[in-house]
Structures are given as structure tokens and as C-alpha cells.
């Protein structure tokens, strides 16, 4: 006998259509709360750095534990998701991010600090996967989940761009700690909400969630992730490429385990499939070309052209204008002509707005940079969304939580490949640069460790030194930024044809599915067992 017990509403084809947007409207609180966070750091990390005096390796850990602890544990919490429920595995990451977030605030050491990032890395990581598995069976229909997917996309870009406005705001009136208590609110509406509207979604039959799968996982991702960090902010070393291909060694192994489980944590067969794997890769090389941009610019806007932070983020915008608005006509362009044709136009445009940038310097004025950061946002919305969308349709919908966590590592790997790389481009052409030959010896090492030595060190000059000092700078600081974005143009080139040709003949499915539930009922074994049935 079978019994169906009161559950939470499920997603299925018949469910309300205003049920299922008012259930994107709690997860697009999700998306807000992690694209805020990621961009707030680095406004306050100066604020930090005084009251918390962190030595520069514990201000580098503070930085990159984050990212470290998230890109290692994308895949298995995707893979977790798949097991235990996306809804509630969100609301316990969401109810989770919000308590270390006060952690963040109220941090009195350094090393408390890397402790609180590193605990927000992990709750961090239980919500973009869930997020958008979530979204592959709240939508049965493809063209709504293909509309959904490219909202997600666009509220993604608009928290990028909010967060720097938002957070120099309560810099400029409050103390560092308020830019990680604005998560609270988010994180509250988000929990409430989510509990009474989100329906709940499961891989029927999941398996055991394997310990040494996940283990091999962080050990790898991490190792890799480090590596390429490390090497870029100090070059190679013994340390460096041992943990790197500690890294490498414990994929391969994770690699060839999926291949013997019987339900493994991430089917690596999924591979095999071109358009998984084009998308996953046009996401891979677009996140790393356009690093270089995304780590830089704040830099050039304020402390090469003098703007405010609250202005440089405002001259920002203009990125996620075109990726909001881009994102939410992808689906119907890419049925309309085709995936690749939508994807490989993004990239393109990408990277014709990358090259229009390598003929900036330090006196260009804003038409040029804010018609090119429109171009770059308007190809970032067509392309991520477009493959976000081809990425959950192929795989069954048991298996969103770990194709999810697959495109969410992609951006995290990228984003290390892309700071690595680039930043070296930049770093390279900015420490050759000529300083006064007054300058005394030490002020030269820190002048050329960074623009914002240099820009520090010239405070304390003599006027026409100071002046001296800075017209070098920045002069080596944008020759350095106008070969990286040249270097990012040619990256996103090289994708918008490696996508071409993996891509041939993909698209995106008009074919409603039959049943979006995830969710089965079993018989009754022993008295008072009772089974969640599928709702409706």
C-alpha cells in the first residue's frame, strides 16, 4: 500500500504558472545574495587590512579561501542536491550563509577572518547548483525554463553590478563589516519565502553520496586552483606546481572512480556528449578572457582616471545592462536561428569589445569605454545564458545538481585561469616601468609591487616627484591592461570557433516534459512508514 504524505508543493507540468515564477522569484534571492558577496570583498579588503593588520599572506588567504573552498566542493553539494533535496539543501546553505556572514562582520582577527571566509565558501557552494537545478524542474517547458534561465542570468549580472554601488555606499557611511550584514535581509526573505513556495525536487533513485569521491574532488580543485593562483601572484615554484599536480593526480582519480561507481557523484560520461562539453568549455574560455577586464577595471577607473568608488561602479553598469537584456531574448534567438549561432555571436561580440578596449589610455573618456562594456555585457548575457540552457538540457533532470555544479566550476576555474594568466600580462608590463631616480629604494620596490603602492608612495612625494611617479604608473599600468584585453580578445575569438564547431547542430528542445517531479512513491514497509508521494 502507498500512502502520500503533505509535502511541500512539487513542480510539475499542471502547477500554476504563477506558482512556478513566484518560485524563480525566491531563487533569483539566491543568485542576488552570492553575486553581491563575491563583489564586496574587495571594496573592503583596504578597510580590513587596517583594523585587522592580516600579514600579506593572511590578506592573500582572506582573499582566496573563498574561492578555494567553493571551486572544491561545487561538484559534490551539486551532486549532494541530487541526494537530499535542492530545496532544502539551498535553505540550509542560504540559512547557513547568513550566520557566517555575521561571522564576516564581527571578525577581530585575521585568522578568524580566513576561518569565516573559508565557512562561507562552503555555503556558498550549496546555492548556485541548487539554483539552477532547481529552475531545470520547477520548468517542464523548455521555452519558460529557457526564459527563467536567462532572468537567472540577468539577476547574476545585475548583483554584480549592484554590489560595488551598494557596498561603497555603506563603506563610505558605516564600518567594513556592514557590507557582509547586508546579506541578512536577502538571506531572510530568501529562507521564509523559499520554505512555504519552493517545491521540492530529488534524483528518485540517488544512490550513496561516496566520501572518497569527495574528497578527491576538493583535494584536486583546490590543489589546481592554488597552483595557478600561487604562480601567478609570486611565479612558479616547487611548492606551487607540487600542489598542482597533487591536483591534476587526485582528478584523474576522481575521474576514473565516477567511472566504476553505479551511481557516481558526476557521470563523466556526460562528457562524451559535444554539447555538454562545448558549452562547459565556452564558459571555461569566456570567464578566462574576460578576467582580465573584470579583476582590472575598477583599478584603471579609480585609481588611473580618479574616480570615486561609488562613481567607478556606476561606470560599470552599462556590463550588466547589456547582460539583462541580452539574457532574456537568448532562448528565443537561439530557437529562432541556433545555439551556435547565438553562442558564437556573443562570444564574438565579447571579443570585439575586448579588442575596441586596447586602444584606451589614461585620458579616454567614457563613450568608448561604456559603449564597449555594452557590447562585452550583450555578448556575456547571450552566450552564458545559451549555454546555461543547453548545459540542464542535457542531462536527465535527476542530474541537474551536478551538471549545474559542472558550469559553476567552469566559472570558477576560469576565473583563477583567467586572474592567473592575465594578471601576469599585467603585472609583467606594470613592474617595467622607469620611476624617478629620486625615489629611494624601498619606496621603488612598493611603487612598482602595485598601482596602488604607487599611488600611495606619491602621496608622500615632493609634488613634482609625486607627479613623476604616477604618470609612470599608470602609463605601465594601462600599456599592461591594453595587451591583457587584447590577450582576452583573442581567447574569446578562439572560443567563439571552438564553439562553432561543437556546437553544430545543437538545440534547444520545444518538447515539454512529462513529468518534472523527481520525486517517487514507494511501497510501505513496517507500520507507520510513510513515503512522500508525487503532488498532483
Not at 9 to 17: G, K, V
Request: aromatic share 6%.
Amino acid at each position: 500500500m502507498t500512502r502520500a504524505l503533505p509535502t511541500a508543493p512539487t513542480a510539475t507540468p499542471n502547477q500554476p504558472a504563477a506558482h512556478r515564477w513566484l518560485a524563480l522569484s525566491v531563487l533569483l534571492l539566491a543568485v542576488l545574495l552570492v553575486a553581491v558577496d563575491a563583489t564586496v570583498l574587495g571594496l573592503a579588503t583596504p578597510y580590513i587590512s587596517e583594523d585587522l593588520r592580516p600579514s600579506g599572506t593572511q590578506l592573500l588567504w582572506i582573499g582566496d579561501v573563498y574561492s578555494f573552498v567553493i571551486a572544491g566542493l561545487l561538484v559534490s553539494m551539486g551532486s549532494l542536491g541530487d541526494r537530499i533535496g535542492r530545496k532544502k539543501l539551498l535553505l540550509v546553505g542560504a540559512f547557513a550563509f547568513g550566520a557566517v556572514s555575521v561571522l564576516n562582520a564581527y571578525a577581530t582577527s585575521a585568522e578568524l577572518m580566513i576561518l569565516a571566509r573559508a565557512l562561507l565558501g562552503i555555503a556558498g557552494a550549496t546555492l548556485m547548483p541548487s539554483t539552477l537545478a532547481l529552475i531545470r524542474n520547477i520548468f517542464p517547458d523548455p521555452r519558460e525554463r529557457s526564459l527563467a534561465i536567462g532572468i537567472w542570468g540577468a539577476m547574476a549580472s545585475a548583483g554584480m553590478a549592484v554590489g560595488p554601488v551598494v557596498g561603497g555606499v555603506l563603506l563610505e557611511h558605516f564600518w567594513w563589516g556592514s557590507v557582509f550584514l547586508i546579506n541578512l535581509p536577502v538571506m531572510a526573505a530568501l529562507v521564509l519565502v523559499g520554505a512555504r513556495f519552493l517545491p521540492e525536487s530529488r534524483n528518485p533513485h540517488p544512490g550513496p553520496w561516496d566520501l572518497p569521491s569527495l574528497l578527491l574532488s576538493l583535494i584536486g580543485m583546490i590543489g589546481l586552483v592554488y597552483a595557478v593562483k600561487e604562480t601567478a601572484a609570486h611565479g612558479p615554484s616547487a611548492v606551487a606546481l607540487g600542489v598542482g599536480a597533487l591536483g591534476v593526480l587526485a582528478l584523474a582519480a576522481f575521474g576514473r572512480r565516477q567511472l566504476t561507481l553505479p551511481v557516481p557523484l558526476l557521470d563523466m560520461r556526460l562528457f562524451a556528449q559535444r554539447g555538454f562539453s562545448g558549452a562547459v568549455l565556452a564558459d571555461l574560455l569566456t570567464v578566462l578572457g574576460l578576467s582580465g577586464l573584470v579583476f582590472f577595471l575598477s583599478q584603471f577607473l579609480q585609481l588611473v582616471q580618479g574616480r570615486a568608488p561609488f562613481e567607478a561602479g556606476l561606470a560599470e553598469l552599462p556590463a550588466a545592462v547589456g547582460a539583462v537584456a541580452a539574457g532574456l531574448v537568448a532562448g528565443a534567438a537561439a530557437r529562432r536561428s541556433s545555439v551556435r549561432a547565438v553562442v558564437c555571436g556573443g562570444l564574438t561580440a565579447i571579443g570585439l569589445g575586448l579588442a575596441a578596449l586596447t586602444v584606451v589610455d589614461t585620458s579616454t573618456g567614457y563613450p568608448l569605454l561604456g559603449a564597449a562594456l555594452l557590447v562585452v555585457g550583450v555578448g556575456a548575457g547571450l552566450s552564458f545564458t545559451v549555454t546555461a540552457d543547453v548545459i540542464l538540457s542535457s542531462v536527465p533532470k535527476e542530474q541537474a545538481g551536478a551538471a549545474s555544479a559542472v558550469s559553476e566550476t567552469a566559472y570558477e576555474l576560469g576565473t583563477a585561469l583567467g586572474i592567473a594568466l592575465l594578471g601576469s600580462v599585467v603585472t609583467g608590463v606594470y613592474r617595467d616601468f622607469t620611476a624617478p631616480e629620486d625615489l629611494p629604494g624601498t619606496a621603488s620596490a612598493a611603487a612598482h609591487e602595485s598601482l596602488g603602492g604607487a599611488v600611495e608612495i606619491a602621496g608622500g612625494l615632493p609634488a613634482a616627484s609625486g607627479e613623476a611617479l604616477l604618470a609612470a604608473a599608470r602609463t605601465a599600468f594601462v600599456d599592461g591592461l591594453r595587451l591583457a584585453t587584447g590577450v582576452g580578445a583573442a581567447v574569446l575569438l578562439a572560443a567563439a570557433a571552438t564553439a562553432w564547431i561543437l556546437l553544430r547542430g545543437q538545440h534547444l528542445d520545444d518538447s515539454p516534459e512529462e513529468d518534472a517531479t523527481g520525486e517517487t512513491s514507494m511501497p510501505e514497509t513496517s507500520p507507520g512508514a510513510e513515503t512522500e508521494g508525487a503532488a498532483g
